[in-house]
């Protein structure tokens, strides 16, 4: 079993930038965010594999968002920039055992908590 625990959310003002953590417990593979917006289904925002950190981002993030990894101490990353309201959401970090790259949240075996971000003014 592997926890995963967030870290970094909070409330910024549109065009500001924040940087979201998430610590494994464990090693695992294929790490990534999805975020759910007040109403809607949970959506993909970025996964990154293991060795050769390939990355994926979901197309509303994409040139904004950037995620990272630190595998000595099972640590991702989320750098958000360019904020928009339209990116409050909770943002959930997830795991999975498998390697390679994937969108489908019910392909990730392990999830955080979830963690608020707001963007307003």
């Known amino acids: 079993q592997v926890q995963l625990v967030e870290s970094g959310g909070g409330w910024v003002q549109p065009g500001a930038s924040l940087r979201l953590s998430c610590v494994a417990s464990?090693?695992?593979?294929?790490m990534g965010w999805f975020r759910r917006i007040a109403g809607k289904e949970r959506e993909f925002v970025a996964a990154?594999?293991?060795?050769?950190?390939?990355?994926l981002y979901g197309d509303s993030v994409k040139g904004r968002f950037t995620i990272s990894r630190e595998n000595t101490n099972n640590t991702i990353y989320l750098q958000m920039n360019t904020l928009k309201p339209e990116d409050t959401a909770v943002y959930y970090c997830?795991?999975?055992?498998?390697?390679?790259?994937?969108?489908?949240?019910?392909?990730?075996?392990?999830w955080g908590q979830g963690i608020q971000v707001t963007v307003s003014s």
């Open positions: 990154i594999t293991w060795g050769d950190r390939k990355t």
């Open positions: 997830a795991a999975r055992r498998g390697t390679g790259l994937n969108d489908v949240s019910v392909t990730y075996d392990y």
């Open positions: 464990g090693r695992a593979y294929t």
